[in-house]
């Protein structure tokens, strides 16, 4: 079993009981608006019990990591990773809005960072980011992921075509050489 924890977090495995919360946050229009459109419950239930699977490297789902505050154990938020190749994987993220804007994601993000560089052993990490989501571009800057591109109507969301940003980083980037 993944745990990874920080000085204010513990992110562990999605289990069974967290079914209401991963509902919760996949229903909130505030925080899906820059993720995706509106889903059905069953639409829900069924990307939840993929992200029930057991993770191991090369696994083809996302590791997801729900993330709780370690002293009240109160639900904040997703977080993880699903490998695209041998060696990089793409990351995201998901908070409600309640947990916004206390560095959680920050915070989170640099736990899963440090797992995937060292027990993955990945070389690159990516994220793809919904052109205006601000909010989740500069938590990944934060972490040193750099703007590589930027998808013109890549994405169908509210609508419209929207643009990707496209983030990267890089292990040396991450774990410097003295």
Not at 95 to 112: C, D, H, N, W
Request: hydrophobic residues 40%.
């Amino acid at each position: 079993m993944i745990i990874l924890t920080t000085p204010r977090l513990r992110c562990e495995m999605l289990k069974e009981a967290d079914w209401p919360f991963f509902l919760s946050l996949y229903q909130d229009r505030v925080v899906m608006r820059k993720v995706m459109d509106a889903l059905s419950e069953a639409e829900i239930r069924e990307a939840f019990d993929v992200r029930l699977t057991p993770w191991s490297p090369g696994a083809e789902h996302w590791l997801c990591l729900i993330v709780r505050d370690a002293g009240t154990h109160e639900p904040l938020g997703l977080t993880g990773f699903i490998q695209r190749e041998r060696t990089m994987a793409e990351i995201g993220f998901l908070f409600a809005p309640g947990a916004q804007g206390k560095g959680y994601a920050t915070e989170s993000l640099r736990a899963v960072c440090d797992y995937a560089f060292s027990e993955g052993d990945f070389r690159r990490l990516t994220a793809t980011v919904t052109a205006g989501n601000w909010a989740s571009r500069r938590v990944l800057e934060k972490m040193g992921f750099v703007l590589e591109g930027e998808l013109r109507e890549s994405y169908w969301l509210s609508g419209e075509w929207h643009n990707d940003w496209l983030m990267g980083l890089l292990r040396r980037e991450y774990f410097p050489s003295p």
